[in-house]
RNA sequence: CGGGGAGUGGCGCAGUCCGGUAGCGCACGCGCUUUGGGAGCGCGGGGUCGCAGGUUCAAAUCCUGUCUCCCCGACCA
């Protein structure tokens, strides 16, 4: 991608209307626009950020054998009233919206209702389970108060998984996978080591704890107690003697600490299976309930908690496996044997597979840098008089200092794909 | 939904207390000079001051209502 043809810019200014980092920088620098509290559109490089995001998320989801789905966002009545959650006083965050007839509608917070119904038509027998299912969606949530950018809005991406197995042994290594996933997941995205398991409350139909995936970061909402040897941690909400007995945890190897809630997985028992009527015969006939799992990961928030967790007072600084594109190349100057080389250059990254932002605008180099720096690609890379008279390029990782000075096939030694 | 703060060209702000018909920086357009950390000079375009009423000879400014945004709290992926 050219920047002379990008079609938004960055901004000298922070957004005044933002206090939160992740959107003051993502706005800045063009990734994303506000349009109203809780609800944000993704811009050209926003949108690849996300992409790359759902790219990892969806692999790993397809790596378990997760089946993709789209269910809608309008959503009928009859199918909530089954599982008593379309009644405002039971589900308070709901957008609903009517047909001209003046039928209800809801719109779509959660997805275990038209899953569960959906899957009701092609799962009956012992030979149709298990199975996982998942899609990738907007969620529409009436929060009383949207707040810190992209980590808490009315309309955001998510990712929700659902499992269902015959029994509870089954459900349990369903379970377990799908954790083991998320685990993958986060460390791919380079949040391995700030992200604990954390034990929380399992809802009002359970017994068993929900656990909750909690990147540590001060803007987080939620308060942990980290055991951080054993890498897990307790939310505050069940932070009781009994409950740290039952889970094995030492209250003196805790440590209070912030998170924010990248990911959850509940264990669902048939509560919706069995609400909904939906239930498989076995070997012997003999009908029986569908064991649920439900796997959320908020897509967009990753983003936010990315941007922030990474950022310094420069700007953003994506990790490589997220970034918009990998180099941002800049050209310094004007002059014809440059912008030729410089062109040149751009192509071949480009045919070796090398996303490659090329800053081609007649802006001095100083506006080329604080771009670089604020739009956070892993790698600048710089062509101009100077490095064409030294016959080198000068490559530079974002999250360093370090300037290296490289003839071309170094550079793309160091670039390619193979790295 | 309770408490606090704020709405003025695309963005960031001043002006509001004390009413007199809107200004600065950035961005944008043109010209010249510049070119290794957000350039300089000159010229130029763009705003019914969130919206609706009211007071007044006159309202960005005063009064009433209303909408929106941010922060804290409660609630929540």
Request: glycine share 8%.
């Amino acid at each position: 991608m050219r920047l002379s043809q990008l079609f938004t810019k960055t901004s000298k200014n922070v957004p005044a209307d933002e206090e939160a980092r992740n959107a003051q920088l993502l706005i800045q620098a063009g990734y994303i626009h506000k349009e109203m509290a809780g609800v944000y559109a993704y811009l050209p490089l926003g949108l690849k950020v996300l992409e790359n995001i759902k790219r990892i998320v969806r692999e790993e989801m397809n790596a378990v054998g997760g089946q993709e789905v789209m269910m809608t966002t309008l959503q009928p009545r009859d199918i909530w009233e089954k599982t008593d959650r379309w009644d405002d006083k039971k589900v308070d965050n709901w957008f609903k919206t009517a047909l001209k007839s003046g039928t209800e509608l809801g719109v779509g917070l959660t997805h275990e209702e038209p899953i569960v119904d959906a899957l009701s038509i092609y799962v009956n027998s012992y030979k149709d389970l298990p199975l996982y299912v998942y899609q990738i969606q907007n969620k529409f949530r009436n929060e009383l108060r949207a707040k810190s950018g992209l980590l808490r809005g009315r309309e955001f991406v998510m990712k929700d998984m659902y499992s269902l197995a015959r029994t509870q042994e089954e459900h349990e290594k369903l379970y377990d996978q799908a954790v083991e996933t998320y685990h993958r997941i986060y460390g791919r995205l380079g949040l391995g080591d700030a992200t604990y398991r954390t034990y929380a409350d399992g809802g009002i139909f359970t017994d068993k704890f929900s656990d909750e995936f909690q990147t540590l970061s001060e803007i987080g909402e939620d308060t942990l107690y980290v055991d951080e040897a054993r890498k897990i941690a307790i939310n505050e909400e069940i932070y009781t003697d009994e409950n740290l007995a039952k889970l094995g945890l030492d209250k003196s190897k805790l440590v209070k600490k912030t998170g924010v809630e990248v990911g959850n997985t509940f264990h669902l028992e048939s509560k919706y299976t069995d609400a909904l009527d939906v239930y498989y015969t076995d070997e012997n006939g003999q009908q029986k309930s569908i064991i649920m799992g439900c796997y959320g990961i908020g897509i967009s928030r990753l983003m936010g908690v990315l941007a922030e967790y990474f950022a310094d007072e420069r700007g953003l600084v994506w990790p490589e496996a997220v970034a918009p594109a990998k180099v941002y190349l800049a050209r310094l100057g004007n002059d014809p044997a440059v912008i030729k080389q410089a062109d040149e250059l751009y192509e071949k990254l480009t045919n070796a597979g090398v996303e490659t932002l090329y800053d081609d605008r007649d802006a001095r180099p100083g506006e080329k840098f604080a771009d670089a720096d604020l739009l956070g690609l892993p790698y600048r890379l710089v062509v101009s008089a100077k490095t064409q008279e030294a016959g080198k390029y000068e490559l530079k990782a974002r999250q360093s200092t370090e300037v290296r000075q490289l003839d071309e096939t170094a550079v793309m030694k160091s670039l390619g794909r193979e790295q």
